[in-house]
Structure formats: structure tokens, C-alpha cells
């Protein structure tokens, strides 16, 4: 027998006892090492997650170590340290038959609207899990997850090297994509924020130029990091219509916007002004499996660094106390992390 999360209804998490699954066929089975929580796991634990019902076992930023192998599973091997990529999609559907998996028009998302990786033990597709290096810590593989995401972003413009960049918003998100910039070969990266702790782990991670927006004005920062020809590209990592509206108003005649973070609540933006200053924005969803890959690299050339990200970790039955924790110290908390094994 082994424990799981169960998050019963909002605010309420209740551990089960339930039996250790057996690897299927193509399958294997993950002993869950660490787990991340993220900003859609506290919209879940707060009610506010529009896509997902109770009571469900959360975990999508997992790490763990492979114990058991199904049949006809040949990449990999007793005791090899993994991540897991979370998305559960039909592969029948035209974004799926086109290598887009991540856009699925059935995309379900383990944690969320099918059963996440929170226990001590956790069956999965072998299609679906990313070896990791062995010399990465199981806090670092926890990571992966969300470096992904920030790796996805930062191509939906293409080839950044060479380009001067602005992320808005230093919060994990922001931090990772402003990172894995630099690391894709970026000229000069900018983060903004109002937090001045996230703007220090951002400088900590070697990102160039680091503004709190609270004390100094947007369209002035940006001019004076790059010039009067600006940046080329504003990631939104905020997602909020002051974060999108300053990047309309200042952006440069023709440039591009990414919106990364998820949107809170409905638009109300000068779509008047990107129309003229022909913006080209964009969006971007989840991952797919390459990103991954980039990301690993990443970590491994030291070209992102997880470490500093990591606010504080918490065993398993605690996994309320750091939904408690969280919410108490939200302007000074990045990462936190679950010691499943724990």
C-alpha cells in the first residue's frame, strides 16, 4: 500500500491509503521523489481553477526514480532518475495529428483533470517520461516542468540570439523565461517587477538588467537598457491588463509580444494602439517534448539556474501547510517544494 494526495474540495487535503499501481504494458512505474507547486496548483486549492473538479490528486512537477518496468519498454532502467511530462492528449485531432500535442483539442493535464503524480508511487506511460541527468538533483527534475513552459515561450518569436529582450514579471515563470532567453543566446535581457525580492533571485541568476516598476517608469527602463530602439521582443509573465498595457504603450513600432502567463480576468487593452504600431503578439501554451530536452541542456551548460528558485520545501503530509505557507508569504515566495518520500 502506499499514501496519495487527495485535495477533497477547496482548502482540504485528506491522504488515502490505496494500493502501489503495477506497471501495463509501455508503462513504468515512478517512485515520486519531489513535487512542485505552481500558480494553476493554488487556483485549485483556492477554488478558482476553472477546469478542474473534486476531489482530485494534484502533482504535474514531479521528479522520481524508475522502479519497475511494464512490458516492451526498452529506454530505460532500474533506479534512472525522470521527470514526467503531464499532458494526456487523444493524438487524433488536427493539432495532435501536426506534432501540436500541447494545443490537443481533449488536452487534460495530470493533477488537474486526470490523477496527478501526488504519491508514493505513480504508474505512467513510458511516452510521457523525460530521463533527467544523474548528477541533477530530484529538486532541480521537479523544475523541469516549468523551464519547459519558459522554453516554449521564448520560441514562439523563433531565434533570439542576438535580440534584446524584456520579461515582465519575476515570479518563477518570469525568472525561467528570462533565463532560458540569455541561455538561447540572447544580446541583453531586461526583467521588471514590484517585487524587489524576485528581482533579486533574478539578479542572483545573472539576468542583465533588473527593474522595479514601482519606482521607476517602464518606457524610461526600457529605453535606458536598450536605447531608443527598445527592445525587440516583451514577454508578459504577469498576465494582467498593467502588464499588457505597458507593453502595447512602449513596445517599438513593429516588435513583438509574447503573453506567457495565464490572463487574469478579461482583457481591457489598447488594441487601437498595437493595430497601429503593427505589434505582432503572441501567445503560448504548455510545452511539448523537446522543450524538455532544451531545458535539461540548459541546465546542464549552466545556462539556467533552478536552485535559487527554491523558496522552501515541505514533507507529504504537509502539503497543506505549504498551500498555508504560500498564501502567507506570497510576495516573497518562488518555488516551493514537496519531499514526497518524506
Not at 494553476?40 to 476531489?55: A, L, Q
Not at 504535474?60 to 525522470?82: M, R
Not at 525587440?232 to 499588457?244: F, H, L, R, S
Not at 523558496?311 to 508569504?329: E, M, P, R, V
Amino acid at each position: 500500500m502506499m499514501l496519495q494526495q487527495i485535495m477533497t474540495a477547496p482548502g482540504k487535503i485528506e491522504f488515502r491509503e490505496v494500493p502501489v499501481p503495477k506497471p501495463g504494458e509501455g508503462q513504468v512505474l515512478i517512485k515520486i521523489m519531489n513535487i512542485g507547486i505552481c500558480g494553476s496548483d493554488i487556483h485549485v486549492y483556492h477554488g478558482e481553477h476553472p477546469f478542474t473538479s473534486y476531489p482530485v490528486t494534484q502533482g504535474h512537477e514531479v521528479s522520481g526514480e524508475v522502479v519497475e518496468i511494464g512490458s516492451n519498454i526498452t529506454d530505460f532502467h532500474l533506479g534512472q532518475k525522470v521527470t514526467i511530462e503531464p499532458q494526456v492528449y487523444c493524438s487524433n485531432c488536427y493539432p495532435c495529428r501536426h506534432g501540436k500535442y500541447n494545443l490537443c483539442e481533449e488536452l487534460k493535464v495530470m493533477g488537474f483533470q486526470t490523477t496527478g503524480t501526488a504519491s508514493h508511487f505513480f504508474a505512467v506511460d513510458a511516452s510521457k517520461v523525460t530521463p533527467i541527468p544523474e548528477d541533477m538533483s530530484f529538486e532541480e527534475g521537479a523544475m523541469i516542468e516549468p523551464l519547459a513552459v519558459a522554453v516554449h515561450g521564448v520560441k514562439q518569436v523563433g531565434n533570439v540570439k542576438g535580440l534584446n529582450i524584456v520579461v515582465i514579471g519575476a515570479g518563477p515563470i518570469g525568472n525561467l523565461v528570462a533565463q532560458a532567453a540569455k541561455g538561447m543566446g540572447a544580446a541583453k535581457v531586461m526583467v521588471t517587477d514590484v517585487s524587489d525580492l524576485r528581482l533579486k533571485k533574478a539578479r542572483e541568476c545573472g539576468i542583465d538588467v533588473c527593474v522595479n516598476t514601482r519606482e521607476k517608469d517602464f518606457g524610461e527602463a526600457m529605453t535606458e537598457a536598450f536605447g531608443p530602439d527598445k527592445a525587440d521582443v516583451i514577454y508578459d509573465c504577469a498576465g494582467n491588463n498593467i502588464t499588457m498595457g505597458q507593453a502595447i504603450k512602449h513596445a517599438r513600432k513593429g516588435s513583438i509580444i509574447v503573453l506567457v502567463a495565464v490572463f487574469a480576468g478579461m482583457a481591457t487593452v489598447d488594441l487601437a494602439v498595437a493595430n497601429d504600431h503593427e505589434l505582432d503578439i503572441k501567445s503560448t501554451m504548455m510545452y511539448r517534448h523537446e522543450d524538455y530536452l532544451d531545458g535539461i541542456s540548459l541546465v546542464k551548460e549552466n545556462k539556467v539556474y533552478l536552485k535559487p528558485l527554491i523558496s522552501k520545501t515541505f514533507a507529504f503530509k504537509d502539503y497543506l501547510k505549504a498551500y498555508q505557507y504560500i498564501d502567507d508569504n506570497r510576495e516573497t515566495t518562488m518555488k516551493v517544494i514537496i519531499n514526497v518520500q518524506e
